[in-house]
C-alpha cells in the first residue's frame, strides 16, 4: 500500500508561515512609521549665549583665563569699552598691553566684526628694557597663534624715540588703560598724547583710564605712587589738542585710601608685600588691601577736532 501524505481541513503550513511573516513584517513598519513620527517631533532649543561677535561674546569668551575673568568685577570691560564708544569695524590702537587683559577681548572682537586691532607695545632695541622686550615677545607669539580668533593684529611700539604707532589720520579709537604714571615716570608722557593724537582721524576717540589720585593732594611729576590727578591728565590732553567729553565713576573705588606703603601696586592684581625689586615679606598682612580691592580710576573721555 503506498502512503500518501495527510491532508488537513485547515490551512497549509506555507499558508501560516506566509500569513504570520506578513503579520511581522506589518508590525515592523509600523513601528517603523511611530518612531519615524516621534523623531519628527521638535527638539527644544539650547539656551542662546551672546551672539558671536558681539562685545558680551568677546567678554565671555572661554579663550579667556579665569584669572583675567575674576578681574571682570572691578575692570568693567564692557562697560568701559561702550563709555568709549567701541564698534566692530574701528581701528583701535592700545598703547603698552601689557600682558593683553584687554588684547584678549578687543582683538577677537576687531576680527570678527571687520576692525583692525593695533598694539602699541614697549619699545625695542640695544637699549631696551629686557623685561619689556620679554613681554613683546610673548604677547606677539600669543595673539599671532590664533587667526580665526584674533585675526591679524598690528604690532608697532611707543616709547621715547619710537615712530607713529599707526598712519596719520586712521585710527578711529586709541586707549591708555592704566598706564600713564610709567609714562610720566619715563617723561614721555606728552609724547604719549601726542602719538595718539597724530594717529587718530578727525572726530576719533582717544579713552584714558588711571589712578586716581585726590585732588587735594599735590601731583609727583613721576607719580611714583601710581596715581595721578585727573586734572593733570586733561591739561596734557588738552595741549595735545584734544577736547574733553565727558568722564564715567565705572570704575571708581571709594574704598580705596591711596595711602598704601607700596603705592598702587600694593592692592591687587600686583599685590606687592615690599618694595619693587626686593623679595616679597611673607609676614605681610595683605587682609586691608584685599577688601579694598582694585584702585580707584577715573575713566575720562576726549576727542580730535573734526
Given at each position: ?29 509600523a513601528c517603523g512609521r511611530k518612531e519615524d513620527k516621534t523623531s519628527a517631533a521638535p527638539t527644544p532649543a539650547a539656551p542662546a549665549g551672546p551672539p558671536e561677535g558681539s562685545l558680551e561674546w568677546a567678554v565671555a569668551g572661554p579663550w579667556r583665563t579665569p584669572q583675567d575673568r575674576a578681574r571682570d568685577a572691578h575692570r568693567h570691560p564692557m562697560e568701559t569699552l561702550r563709555f568709549f564708544g567701541l564698534q566692530p569695524r574701528m581701528t583701535v590702537v592700545e598703547f603698552w598691553p ?209
Amino acid at each position: 500500500m503506498v502512503d500518501h501524505p495527510a491532508v488537513c481541513g485547515g490551512p497549509s503550513r506555507r499558508f501560516l508561515l506566509a500569513g504570520a511573516t506578513a503579520l511581522v513584517l506589518t508590525g515592523v513598519a509600523a513601528c517603523g512609521r511611530k518612531e519615524d513620527k516621534t523623531s519628527a517631533a521638535p527638539t527644544p532649543a539650547a539656551p542662546a549665549g551672546p551672539p558671536e561677535g558681539s562685545l558680551e561674546w568677546a567678554v565671555a569668551g572661554p579663550w579667556r583665563t579665569p584669572q583675567d575673568r575674576a578681574r571682570d568685577a572691578h575692570r568693567h570691560p564692557m562697560e568701559t569699552l561702550r563709555f568709549f564708544g567701541l564698534q566692530p569695524r574701528m581701528t583701535v590702537v592700545e598703547f603698552w598691553p601689557g600682558g593683553g587683559w584687554y588684547s584678549e577681548i578687543l582683538a577677537p572682537y576687531l576680527a570678527r566684526g571687520g576692525g583692525t586691532y593695533v598694539a602699541a607695545l614697549f619699545p625695542e632695541g640695544p637699549t631696551a628694557d629686557p623685561a619689556q622686550v620679554t613681554l613683546n615677545t610673548a604677547f606677539k607669539t600669543r595673539f599671532s597663534s590664533d587667526r580665526k580668533l584674533y585675526g591679524e593684529p598690528r604690532f608697532t611700539t611707543f616709547g621715547a624715540t619710537s615712530g607713529p604707532v599707526a598712519p596719520a589720520g586712521t585710527a578711529d579709537l586709541c586707549l591708555f588703560m592704566r598706564t600713564l604714571h610709567g609714562w610720566m615716570a619715563a617723561g614721555i608722557a606728552e609724547k604719549a598724547f601726542s602719538d595718539a593724537f597724530s594717529a587718530l582721524r578727525p572726530g576719533g576717540v582717544l579713552g584714558v583710564e588711571q589712578h586716581r589720585l585726590a585732588p587735594e593732594e599735590d601731583q609727583d611729576p613721576v607719580a611714583a605712587n601710581g596715581y595721578v590727578q585727573e586734572a593733570f591728565v586733561r591739561q596734557l590732553a588738552q595741549e595735545a589738542g584734544f577736547v574733553f567729553v565727558e568722564s564715567s565713576e565705572i570704575n571708581a573705588n571709594p574704598k580705596d585710601t591711596k595711602k598704601h606703603p607700596f603705592g598702587v601696586d600694593t592692592l591687587p592684581p600686583t599685590r606687592l608685600t615690599a618694595p619693587k625689586d626686593q623679595p616679597a615679606d611673607p609676614a605681610f598682612d595683605r587682609a586691608k588691601f584685599e577688601a579694598i580691592g582694585e584702585s580707584d580710576r577715573m575713566t575720562l573721555k576726549f576727542r580730535k577736532p573734526e
